[in-house]
């Protein structure tokens, strides 16, 4: 049979007494407390940051930009505030520093006077980053810090997002107003080419004016100069004829006085110049009228030089008779009157057969002037034609010169104001504002009492467990309360120090080494070197008395299961690793309560620096452990000095 199932096994001491059944319950848990404790501790520490208590300070003063104010401090608070990421604490900067010096706030966060004007500044000459202001204190809390940094990286993430919106909204502005002169800009183009287009049709259709104008010109001239050589021409020919007129009328007196005879010729004289009348009435009244009494002159002149040349051919035959009549006879004394009027006759016939050829000429001018005058009125009617032709391209050519003026002004006014908003920038200031806009949010992180690497940051909280199990390891050696000491008259102090002075020469021995290795050997820089030692010092003194106190007064097995317990406890709430503000309120309940709490904290200040009561509290209370513990054991010890049945048969020994 297996050992552990035999009635003599080790379990059934277990058996007897209250102490051993709890000894072995603790043992069935001790895993969980070393397991599932710690886990639920820091199951999810990022969770609950949201716990810590950072302080926020607002100094932005706000900016204006195109007579709107500008609040974005104001704005990333309330975004801040209402997003619960962190413990935000919105203080005054006074008390802020105060804080992350004494601890009260884990780090602090501020916004600049010049938040508001940095965040627009890249519509400006002066591009410039807006800034956000972040102290650490790494004596608060090492992981802290790191939490912070972390979070603050997401901060100025959303801060830059925010801030990117004002800088990208600053420059579309600008780009925006430029945008609205292009567009003036391109209206006054468009009307501008509207003028061109106007303009273009008129001096189209002037151009077809000017040559139908100089067309009719050309006829007009061509017509006028006929009509004024006709005229010219006409005027002399009718000058002519009217002296002629005048002769023949002259002539014709002559002849009436003894022309009875030839009174058929005299008629048909008669009727041709009542023809030449009225053809030369006719010719006063128009250039057409002009030449048909030219005509009917022609006609009467015609007639006229018929009649003559008959009166003259009647007067010869009637000389010739009158001469060859008998002298004495009637005929022979009317003989010398009809020689003179057949002289008459013939010179009236000669001159009447000149006047015929000339008015006959005249005809013929007189046509060309009718011929001429309509040239005219057709060169005229082309002139008037062309004239409108000219006068509506003109108007046109008008309309589109004034919306070619306005359009030209439109375009320079918009090109100005487009010019005078858009941007004109140098290489320098290009780049100076893509690296605002590509970066619009700098952190700038300053760090008080920093620790150089996470070594040193975790090293206070490794060092406090460092001590306790070294005292816990001591105790396994060393006897905490030795018997021959009981058994002497010492006093119960005297026994109580009989065991804790060699464990004070070996702790010190242990801080010794542990100090020189972390110095020379893995390059631990403390700012208190000496102070840490001695505090550690302490720290190891102090454990040493716990742990002999939980011996002497709960006997060894129990004392020592109490110091493990303790041990996993201190690591879980002392707040060394994560800010304790982010594990349950179980942890938060213990960790005023833990020594190793106060341990974390003075060596901090020791090792980062920046030390303050906290360094001071923290000694008093690890002296106060001491001193406790020692008395109580003192107090214990004395009370063993009697031997009983249970001392001598402990319900449990290790």
């Known amino acids: 049979?297996?050992?552990?199932?035999?009635?003599?096994?080790?379990?059934?001491?277990?058996?007897?007494?209250?102490?051993?059944?709890?000894?072995?319950?603790?043992?069935?848990?001790?895993?969980?407390?070393?397991?599932?404790?710690?886990?639920?501790?820091?199951?999810?520490?990022?969770?609950?940051?949201?716990?810590?208590?950072?302080?926020?300070?607002?100094?932005?003063?706000?900016?204006?930009?195109?007579?709107?104010?500008?609040?974005?401090?104001?704005?990333?608070?309330?975004?801040?505030?209402?997003?619960?990421?962190?413990?935000?604490?919105?203080?005054?900067?006074?008390?802020?520093?105060?804080?992350?010096?004494?601890?009260?706030?884990?780090?602090?966060?501020?916004?600049?006077?010049?938040?508001?004007?940095?965040?627009?500044?890249?519509?400006?000459?002066?591009?410039?980053?807006?800034?956000?202001?972040?102290?650490?204190?790494?004596?608060?809390?090492?992981?802290?810090?790191?939490l912070g940094k972390q979070a603050m990286i997401q901060l100025r993430d959303a801060v830059s997002l925010n801030i990117g919106d004002q800088t990208v909204n600053t420059m579309l502005v600008a780009v925006n107003k430029a945008g609205d002169g292009i567009r003036t800009a391109a209206a006054g183009a468009g009307t501008l080419a509207d003028g061109l287009s106007t303009a273009e049709s008129g001096t189209g259709t002037l151009v077809a004016g000017l040559n139908d104008l100089s067309a009719g010109a050309s006829t007009l001239d061509d017509g006028a100069a006929q009509v004024a050589d006709g005229s010219s021409t006409l005027a002399a020919g009718i000058g002519t004829l009217s002296s002629g007129a005048a002769t023949l009328s002259s002539s014709s007196l002559k002849l009436s006085d003894g022309a009875s005879t030839v009174a058929a010729g005299t008629q048909k004289v008669s009727d041709g110049l009542a023809s030449a009348a009225t053809g030369a009435a006719t010719l006063s009244d128009s250039s057409d009228q002009l030449a048909a009494g030219a005509t009917s002159i022609a006609t009467g002149t015609g007639q006229l030089a018929t009649g003559t040349k008959d009166l003259d051919d009647g007067l010869a035959k009637l000389e010739a008779a009158m001469a060859a009549a008998p002298a004495g006879t009637p005929a022979s004394a009317f003989l010398s009157t009809v020689t003179k009027l057949a002289t008459g006759a013939d010179t009236l016939n000669t001159k009447t057969q000149g006047a015929a050829t000339q008015v006959s000429g005249y005809a013929t001018l007189s046509g060309n002037f009718a011929t001429g005058a309509d040239s005219l009125?057709?060169?005229?009617?082309?002139?008037?034609?062309?004239?409108?032709?000219?006068?509506?391209?003109?108007?046109?050519?008008?309309?589109?010169?004034?919306?070619?003026?306005?359009?030209?002004?439109?375009?320079?006014?918009?090109?100005?104001?487009?010019?005078?908003?858009?941007?004109?920038?140098?290489?320098?200031?290009?780049?100076?504002?893509?690296?605002?806009?590509?970066?619009?949010?700098?952190?700038?992180?300053?760090?008080?009492?920093?620790?150089?690497?996470?070594?040193?940051?975790?090293?206070?909280?490794?060092?406090?467990?460092?001590?306790?199990?070294?005292?816990?390891?001591?105790?396994?050696?060393?006897?905490?309360?030795?018997?021959?000491?009981?058994?002497?008259?010492?006093?119960?102090?005297?026994?109580?120090?009989?065991?804790?002075?060699?464990?004070?020469?070996?702790?010190?021995?242990?801080?010794?080494?542990?100090?020189?290795?972390?110095?020379?050997?893995?390059?631990?820089?403390?700012?208190?070197?000496?102070?840490?030692?001695?505090?550690?010092?302490?720290?190891?003194?102090?454990?040493?008395?716990?742990?002999?106190?939980?011996?002497?007064?709960?006997?060894?097995?129990?004392?020592?299961v109490i110091s493990l317990v303790l041990l996993m406890l201190q690591l879980s709430s002392s707040g060394g690793t994560y800010p304790v503000e982010t594990t349950p309120e179980f942890f938060q309940i213990l960790h005023p309560w833990m020594p190793a709490s106060y341990v974390v904290t003075g060596l901090r200040q020791l090792i980062t620096g920046g030390i303050d009561s906290r360094l001071w509290l923290s000694v008093l209370v690890l002296v106060g452990i001491l001193v406790g513990s020692i008395a109580i054991s003192a107090w214990s010890a004395s009370r063993q000095r009697m031997w009983t049945i249970t001392r001598l048969h402990p319900e449990l020994t290790i």
């Open 377 to 560: 009125a057709a060169g005229t009617g082309t002139l008037v034609d062309g004239s409108s032709q000219l006068v509506a391209g003109g108007t046109a050519l008008q309309s589109g010169t004034v919306q070619l003026a306005d359009g030209s002004h439109t375009l320079a006014d918009a090109l100005a104001t487009g010019a005078a908003d858009a941007p004109s920038l140098t290489d320098a200031q290009i780049s100076e504002k893509a690296a605002v806009i590509a970066n619009p949010v700098d952190l700038n992180q300053r760090w008080e009492n920093a620790s150089d690497s996470f070594g040193e940051g975790f090293a206070p909280f490794f060092l406090a467990l460092a001590t306790f199990v070294g005292a816990l390891i001591t105790w396994l050696i060393l006897r905490a309360l030795p018997t021959r000491a009981l058994a002497s008259a010492a006093s119960g102090l005297r026994a109580t120090m009989t065991g804790f002075l060699p464990a004070m020469a070996i702790g010190l021995s242990q801080v010794i080494i542990m100090v020189l290795v972390l110095v020379y050997g893995i390059g631990l820089t403390p700012a208190h070197w000496l102070g840490m030692s001695a505090f550690i010092y302490l720290t190891t003194l102090a454990f040493l008395a716990l742990q002999q106190m939980f011996i002497i007064l709960f006997g060894t097995a129990a004392g020592r």
């Open 1 to 146: 049979m297996f050992a552990f199932l035999s009635t003599g096994t080790e379990l059934r001491r277990f058996g007897k007494g209250t102490l051993p059944k709890i000894a072995l319950v603790v043992l069935m848990f001790i895993p969980l407390i070393y397991g599932a404790l710690y886990l639920w501790a820091f199951w999810a520490p990022d969770k609950e940051l949201s716990k810590l208590p950072v302080a926020l300070v607002n100094s932005d003063t706000g900016a204006v930009r195109d007579g709107t104010d500008v609040t974005a401090g104001n704005d990333l608070v309330g975004k801040l505030l209402d997003g619960h990421d962190l413990g935000w604490v919105e203080t005054s900067a006074a008390d802020a520093a105060t804080g992350v010096t004494d601890g009260d706030y884990y780090f602090s966060v501020t916004i600049p006077a010049d938040f508001s004007t940095d965040a627009i500044s890249a519509g400006t000459d002066t591009p410039t980053a807006a800034e956000v202001l972040v102290d650490y204190n790494d004596s608060n809390s090492f992981l802290a810090s790191t």
